[in-house]
């Protein structure tokens, strides 16, 4: 694949979403003279030379309403009254409506289909159960209030969140011209030197003197949730085959494509598979992880697999490792053991690392480790095409997936990304398609970034449906300073650094 294409795929850096804004024409002064600019119509603020933030609009509410949407139960013969999913089969969605009709409610049943993917068809996921129509959220409620008082459970929707060409978007975008700005690109967890200290995005822009600021990591039990590179070194391991973006020179070089990491852990002649980096020993968040994690070692978005014997680093950015049964081994900055503890919990030493260890991995540890041995832990990085992905100063690799545009066209491996759940992989949850309908049907508040071949790139924190909180939002937190996002999970930062 030539790197004139991979400059052109589109990623969604914070969540899932089923539109995003166009790819701007390779440049030309031919082409940049014609082709129209996809941010006309929208209201732009230089916030530093090369860099804008235009707040924009698409898309129409017309036609969309307040409504109950009723829940239905996970097991069709379950309980009605303590339901908790949002959609199900259609013999459930109608013994839901049914016992609305018998209690003087006109539930409406509509179906609800996934759409095509490029790694998998279009195909009905379930039913939904409605009631009313109403143009102000206030009758929904009320028309709520007294479903739940006849023993149904439910929430009040507006239907301009169900997703769909055309829906109302709204976005600051915001855009960097690497012909103009002079600054960099960067990545940081914020203004606290510990990457588990959890900082707002609001906290990191100002402390960095950045000129704006976008979220772009998962984070869980405070560890992002997938491959995690800056300035070259692995702060995090992969989910394995999800989509993300390596950053180098500043912004100026990109590549978006799926990556996987493998990381190994030698001591003396033995050599083991580490599961993670820095993060929780057992938890494994988004799946996608290495060792026998069960359910599933497929990505599987916001899912926490589990493994109760598992080898993980801690590097200097973690302060204070977690405490626990096992093994933990501390490492100077020389790689050699000063300590060998029976139990987990301790401090990483400047320059040094940990290797904690649980279950029969921690025998493993205690039998290979000892005060005086010198052990080496290797990560490789990996891409879509099996390549190894060289690590320098200057790099930085955030997976956040999935990627959404390719060339042009919408290209998303919802299943590889693991935003559609299956019941041959996560048992009862994937039977449940609740997780799937909110996520990858619906409109979620998005945080799509683009990188294209004209002069740099694009991220727009943008929301979708519910006119009352619709708007994502931007602060000016000093004179020329500005920090932009949509609702999210926090905190990792891509910000611009002022010239």
């Known amino acids: 694949m030539s790197s004139k294409a991979l400059a052109r795929w589109v990623l969604a850096a914070c969540l899932p979403v089923a539109m995003t804004l166009p790819a701007l024409p390779a440049h030309s002064a031919d082409t940049a003279a014609r082709a129209p600019d996809p941010l006309a119509g929208g209201t732009t603020t230089e916030l530093a030379p090369g860099v804008t933030m235009t707040e924009l609009s698409t898309g129409s509410d017309a036609g969309d309403v307040w409504t109950v949407h009723v829940y239905v139960p996970a097991d069709p013969n379950g309980p009605i009254n303590t339901a908790n999913t949002g959609l199900g089969t259609r013999p459930t ?21 996934l759409p095509a993917f490029a790694d998998g068809p279009a195909q009905p996921l379930g039913w939904t159960v409605r009631v009313g129509r109403y143009t102000s959220q206030a009758d929904a409620t009320t028309t709520y209030q007294a479903i739940r008082a006849a023993g149904f459970t439910g929430q009040v929707r507006w ?46 822009v100002p402390a960095y003197g950045a000129v704006a600021g976008i979220n772009s990591h998962w984070f869980y039990n405070n560890a992002p949730g997938g491959l995690y590179v800056r300035d ?69 978005h916001d899912v926490e697999c589990t493994d109760p014997s598992e080898i993980v680093e801690f590097t200097p950015e973690w302060d204070g ?26 401090t990483v030493p400047a320059g040094g690392s940990t290797i904690q260890a649980t279950g029969d991995q921690a025998t493993w540890l205690a039998a290979h480790a000892h005060v005086g041995d010198v052990l080496r832990v290797r990560t490789r990085i990996t891409d879509s095409r099996g390549h190894r992905v060289p690590l ?16 042009g066209r919408i290209s998303i491996d919802a299943y590889g990304d693991g935003i559609v759940h299956s019941a041959s992989d996560v048992g ?72």
Request: charged share 20%; net charge neutral.
């Open 232 to 300: 070259g070194t692995v702060l995090q391991a992969a989910t394995q085959g999800r989509g993300g973006v390596a950053i180098t020179r500043g912004g100026r070089g990109v590549h978006v494509d799926t990556y996987r990491s493998s990381t190994t852990l030698y001591a003396g002649g033995a050599a083991v598979a580490v599961d993670g980096i820095n993060r929780v020993p057992g938890q494994v968040w988004n799946c996608g992880g290495v060792g026998g994690d069960q359910p599933t070692e497929k990505p599987m």
């Open 93 to 113: 969605a109608q013994r839901v409506a049914d016992a609305l009709t018998a209690k003087g409610f006109a539930p409406r049943i509509e179906e609800v289909d």
């Open 428 to 499: 009862d949850e994937g039977t449940d398609q609740t997780f799937t309908y909110n996520w990858t049907v619906r409109g979620t508040p998005p945080l799509p970034s683009a990188w294209t071949t004209v002069a740099g790139c694009c991220s727009s924190p943008s929301t979708a449906g519910n006119p009352a909180t619709a708007r994502a939002s931007a602060s000016t937190r000093k004179p020329g300073s500005c920090g932009a996002w949509a609702p999210s999970r926090r905190s990792t930062s891509t910000a611009a650094d002022p010239p």
């Open 321 to 346: 490792t977690p405490a626990g049964d096992g093994t933990e081994v501390v490492l100077d900055a020389h790689r050699r053991v000063v300590a060998v503890h029976t139990s987990r919990g301790t």
């Open 159 to 204: 239907t301009g969140g169900d997703g769909g060409p055309g829906q109302l978007q709204h976005m600051y975008v915001i855009r960097v011209d690497f012909h103009a700005f002079r600054g960099t690109v960067a990545s940081e967890t914020g203004p606290s030197p510990a990457m588990n200290d959890m900082n707002h995005l609001s906290d990191i």
């Open 392 to 407: 320098t100063r200057d790099t930085t690799i955030i997976q956040t997936g999935p990627t959404l545009v390719r060339d």
